[in-house]
């Protein structure tokens, strides 16, 4: 039997729960990964999704296999790539969101499909609330409940893989980055990072929002597109509660989009303030750090040049851009999204409207005060000063 076997958001060949399950139910696997324009992305994550690409293949190929890379609708691709193979069988991880959700729909015509685990540690819908419901709406409940529920099911990495004659790729757009400060992309960089930060990563609870200190892991572009697995992450007994902790939440808004498709562009919360004022001129001022705000230019130059921003200043620009100019939250998360080399639909709308009061926050109403911010946690200016005009 002969599956074709759909990278998406987990390119990787350690801890691949769809990988495991092609080799387990197919004699021959199609590795194939597929380009769609309808997946959002940049070309900050472009740039990192091709260095990443070319990681996965040199990986499968030491496995004796390789990986066809197409470009166009995903499904019209798959269905391609199995006539060509006689494939009778597509496995696929799940994922949450419009898109995943029309991929699905449509990936398996008339053969066999299988969906496998996905990005999450917990798969959205595995814990549901007490009180009812089909997601949890509040972080602190799903944190008490998702710390006890966290499993650790290893999917074993294949010996060998067995291949057919595989068909042609096409060759993918080269990507122009914006930004002149990106991570190397792939599983082997990602892996790299983590036996980096890990042993550093003891003071992480008290220093993680130290903007200058820049403590955190930096293993978001890597989580964002699968080259690392967040199962194996939340079980790595070198890494801090505290920043599990944060696995939880990226769980947590998964699980929301899962939800609630609509997430990226529709207030979440109803009844929710969702009225913005129009001013271009400060958008602008706001997208290329030119507000006057040292705090908030800081930032969002940061984001310009490393196609990354810290934690705790994307709290920062993001609230004054909603709360303090009052601007929709919707423009704030399309500049993020074209400039995030870890963009990730749930992180990026979730934590958007969380900060907007559109969403999951529990005190929507809070302001935040960028001065109180920028005193506590960049306090003798060492941010500021690096991300200064020249
Ligand atoms: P660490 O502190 O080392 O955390 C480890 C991992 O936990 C991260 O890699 C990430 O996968 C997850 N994580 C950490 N914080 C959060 C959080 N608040 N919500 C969800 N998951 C989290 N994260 C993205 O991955 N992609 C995005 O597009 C994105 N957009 C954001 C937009 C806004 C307005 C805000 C406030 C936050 C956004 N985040 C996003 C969440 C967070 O800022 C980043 O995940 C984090 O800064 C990545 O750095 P790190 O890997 O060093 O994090």
Redesign the pocket.
Known sequence: RTAVLLFTRDLRVHDNPALAAACRAADRVVPLYVEDPGRRTNENQRAFLLAALDDLRDSLEALGGGLVVRAGDTAAQVAEVREATGADLVVCASDAGRFAASVLERLGGDAELRVAPGPAVVEPGRLLPSGGGDHYKVFTPYWRAWSQARWRETAPEPERLRVPDLPDSHALAPAEPTAADLPPGGERAGLARLDE?APASGD?ADR?DDLAGDR?????????LGCLS?RE?AADPRLPEA?VR??C??D??LQVLAAFPALTDTAYRSGANDVWETDMTALEAWKHGTTGIGIVDAGMRQLLAEG????RA??I??GYLVKTLGLDWRD??AH??AH?V???????W???Q??AGTGNDTRPGRGFNHERQAGRFDPDEAYRRRWSLP
């Open positions: 930060w992480y993680h955190t892991s930096r293993l978001s572009p890597y989580l964002a967040a992450l920043m944060q696995l939440w990226r947590f808004h990354w921003m810290h934690n994307r709290l620009t993001a704030g998360a993020f999204a995030l870890d963009l990730d639909e749930a992180n990026n979730g934590n958007w969380w900060t």
